[in-house]
């Protein structure tokens, strides 16, 4: 199906175009949430990671994580871990694409469903998560992830979701899509991670292959102080070289970027 089928007006080709327009992630997400609330769903949590390993998705602390879902469910699944143990975070893991929200009801009449992923189903139902789709995105790293949960609004049912998918599905996965690479080319600081003008410059020069000499005397400062700069980057970054430091800011789109 193309979607001339599908039926795209002027508007959401407009939505698409401004998709790619957008100059920060605050600015990105915003007019995501209210291009999907168009098509029923009010409430999106996208995350994504960088440092996924064969046991963990890394620090949560690292993580990427955007919704418009209250703090009162965001808070306990994401810093109190029950992400870990939600059935679609594990099927996002294993897979590529779209699923609908049915494997769940799937899950739960051939009796799968851990003690633990139903501890986790009942957490969503109380705040009223309970029909949607997930979209995996595909990546070229093993070490990266990033999904998203697109849930639908009160009194919507699953069959309703599943005949929408039907007719928008694949310009909705478009408009994800296009959302999730945008969010990698933007700035974004985790929390207490965020660096000085002077930390990233010192970074970036570092990057560039200077010694600790060029960089004193192209930012005319002590080499002491340049070392200094270099050390709170570490810190801030929460990591124990400045080799992981340059990485981990290049990561988050810290380095090399206009300050205007």
């Known amino acids: 199906m193309d979607l001339t089928q599908q039926n795209m007006t002027p ?5 698409l175009l401004d998709l790619t327009h957008s100059n920060s992630i605050e600015e990105l997400w915003d007019l995501h949430c209210r291009r999907m609330a168009d098509f029923g769903f009010d409430r999106l949590l996208y995350g994504f990671t960088r440092f996924r390993t064969a046991t963990s998705l890394g620090d949560p602390d690292d993580f990427i994580v955007l919704s418009n879902i209250d703090s009162g469910y965001v808070g306990p699944f994401i810093n109190d871990g029950l992400y870990r ?14 699923a609908s929200w049915t494997v769940l009801r799937m899950m739960m009449d051939s009796g799968t469903v851990t003690d633990e ?13 309970t029909a949607g789709f997930s979209i995996s995105f595909r990546s070229l790293s093993d070490r990266a992830k990033g999904a998203i949960a697109l849930i639908a609004q009160d009194g919507i049912s699953q069959d309703e979701v599943d005949a929408l998918w039907v007719r928008s599905g694949e310009l909705i996965q478009l408009m994800n899509n296009i959302v999730h690479l945008k969010i990698l080319t933007l700035p974004y600081t985790p929390p207490n991670q965020n660096l000085t003008k002077r930390q990233r410059e010192a970074l970036e020069w570092v990057g560039g292959g200077k010694t600790m000499q060029d960089i004193a005397t192209i930012m005319e400062l002590t080499p002491a102080t340049v070392e200094k700069h270099l050390r709170l980057a570490r810190e801030a970054l929460n990591v124990d070289t400045t080799a992981q430091a340059v990485l981990k800011a290049a990561l988050q789109n810290q380095m090399f970027i206009s300050d205007r």
């Open 117 to 129: 992923e139903r501890r986790i189903l009942q957490f969503n139902a109380k705040h009223g998560i």
């Open 11 to 15: 508007e959401q080709s407009a939505a």
């Open 85 to 98: 143990s939600a059935p679609m975070v594990r099927w996002a893991l294993e897979n590529d694409g779209a």
